[in-house]
T-cell receptor
Framework: AQKVTQAQTEISVVEKEDVTLDCVYE???????LFWYKQPPSGELVFLIRRNSFDEQNEISGRYSWNFQKSTSSFNFTITASQVVDSAVYFCALRESGYSTLTFGKGTMLLVSP | DAGITQSPRYKITETGRQVTLMCHQTWSHSYMFWYRQDLGHGLRLIYY???????DKGEVPDGYVVSRSKTENFPLTLESATRSQTSVYFC?????????????FGPGTRLTVT
């Protein structure tokens, strides 16, 4: 069965600090897809990134970077030089091949203080 | 504007009443989903649909009914609302082209059952 664990329920940092959000997944499938979503205080869910299991290259987009490690079944998300606007709940999700649905983690609330 | 919309955005209803939440997408995505979001539970899938007239149960389908007569619409009906159905409901859609499957979410409907 597929499962996503986001062990950090809440993280508080001060602006300009770097912060890493952890995501650990479980799957028996060899082909799968991992996702990160952001839910700011306004409530909408925003898609951030998708990563395929056969592509372990790390991804960087501005201050955001993602570290995918199959050996530890992790897909961690790092925000460099955090800003107040990064305050949100972040969800990690998994989709196994052959399935159309996503399994979401419970989310990590990130609070960035000025 | 293109995208995915939900109506109403806020709804207060009484126990036992029937309520229908609407979801409309303009991308012609094949898949559509309904989730509920509750504190401590993250996002839980209620129902999903692979195409018009094809629907399937998710993790928490009891008390809900869906239909999909047109690709762009996916209404969710609470046949007899209960207080435990007080929640924020999100509709999402996704396409399977290229195996992406990332889901794009509507703005949500906050439902209160009194």
């Amino acid at each position: 069965a597929q499962k996503v664990t986001q062990a950090q329920t809440e993280i508080s940092v001060v602006e300009k600090e770097d912060v890493t959000l952890d995501c650990v997944y479980e799957t028996r499938d060899t082909t799968y897809y991992l996702f990160w979503y952001k839910q700011p205080p306004s409530g909408e869910l925003v898609f951030l990134i998708r990563r395929n299991s056969f592509d372990e290259q790390n991804e960087i987009s501005g201050r955001y970077s993602w570290n995918f490690q199959k050996s530890t079944s992790s897909f961690n998300f790092t925000i460099t030089a955090s800003q107040v606007v990064d305050s949100a709940v972040y969800f990690c999700a998994l989709r196994e091949s052959g399935y159309s649905t996503l399994t979401f983690g419970k989310g990590t609330m990130l609070l960035v203080s000025p | 504007d293109a995208g995915i919309t939900q109506s109403p955005r806020y709804k207060i209803t009484e126990t036992g009443r029937q309520v229908t939440l609407m979801c409309h997408q303009t991308w012609s995505h094949s898949y559509m989903f309904w989730y509920r979001q509750d504190l401590g539970h993250g996002l839980r899938l209620i129902y999903y649909s692979a195409a018009a007239d094809i629907t399937d149960k998710g993790e928490v389908p009891d008390g809900y009914v869906v239909s999909r007569s047109k690709t762009e619409n996916f209404p969710l009906t609470l046949e007899s609302a209960t207080r435990s159905q007080t929640s924020v409901y999100f509709c999402a859609s996704s396409e399977t082209v290229g195996g992406s499957y990332e889901q794009y979410f509507g703005p949500g409907t906050r439902l209160t059952v009194t």
